[in-house]
């Protein structure tokens, strides 16, 4: 799971690389453009953080996750530069990997309450829970390319 947790920022940077500014703040009707996609990651990086102190602290509940979104949709990821979310995410990430890195192996068999879910949950599976989210917004990320017409020299 670490190594899917590590991927991400490197998929994302060559998924995205060439792709103009209209491309990636473009939306497709109400929902999030590229660009809002991987802010959105991004935005989420500090709950995974949180989460994870929970999970050394031994609490029995997680932090329950703004399904609204309100962070990523009042953040106007649109309004910066790509590589002003990208740069961020990588070094939020690598911090994340760095820390399951060292950390005790008996930890990601801990389990605490999943709020959303109601179910209990341990660190792998939450770990897995991120990546398939990362997944998730990798693939829509993809499926707004075509979209919106990738060109040759974009797929290089």
């Given at each position: 799971?670490?190594?899917r947790?590590r991927g991400?920022p490197?998929?994302?940077?060559?998924?995205?690389?060439?792709?103009?500014p209209?491309i990636l703040?473009?939306?497709?009707g109400?929902?999030?453009?590229i660009?809002?996609?991987?802010g959105h990651?991004?935005?989420?990086e500090?709950?995974t953080?949180?989460?994870l102190?929970?999970?050394?602290?031994?609490?029995?509940?997680?932090h329950?996750?703004d399904?609204?979104?309100?962070?990523?949709?009042?953040?106007?990821h649109n309004?910066r530069?790509?590589?002003?979310?990208l740069?961020?995410?990588?070094?939020?990430?690598?911090a994340?990997?760095?820390?399951?890195?060292h950390?005790?192996?008996e930890?990601?068999?801990?389990?605490?309450?999943?709020?959303?879910l109601?179910?209990?949950?341990?660190?792998?599976?939450?770990?897995?829970?991120?990546?398939?989210?990362?997944?998730?917004?990798?693939t829509?990320?993809?499926?707004?390319?075509?979209l919106?017409?990738?060109?040759?020299?974009?797929?290089q």
């Open positions: 799971m670490i190594e947790l991400t490197a998929r994302l940077s060559d998924r995205l690389r060439n792709l103009p209209e703040t473009r939306r497709d109400e929902r999030w453009s660009q809002e996609n991987v990651l991004l935005d989420l500090s709950l953080s949180r989460r102190d929970e999970y050394e602290d031994g609490a029995e509940v997680l329950a996750a399904m609204s979104n309100r962070k990523t949709w009042e953040s106007e309004q530069p790509i590589a002003r979310i740069g961020p995410f990588r070094e939020q990430r690598m994340l990997v760095r820390r399951l890195n950390l005790d192996a930890l990601f068999g801990r389990t605490a309450r999943h709020p959303r109601d179910v209990p949950m341990r660190l792998v599976d939450l770990l897995y829970f991120q990546a398939e989210h990362d997944d998730y917004h990798l829509r990320i993809t499926e707004l390319i075509h919106f017409g990738e060109t040759p020299a974009q797929r």
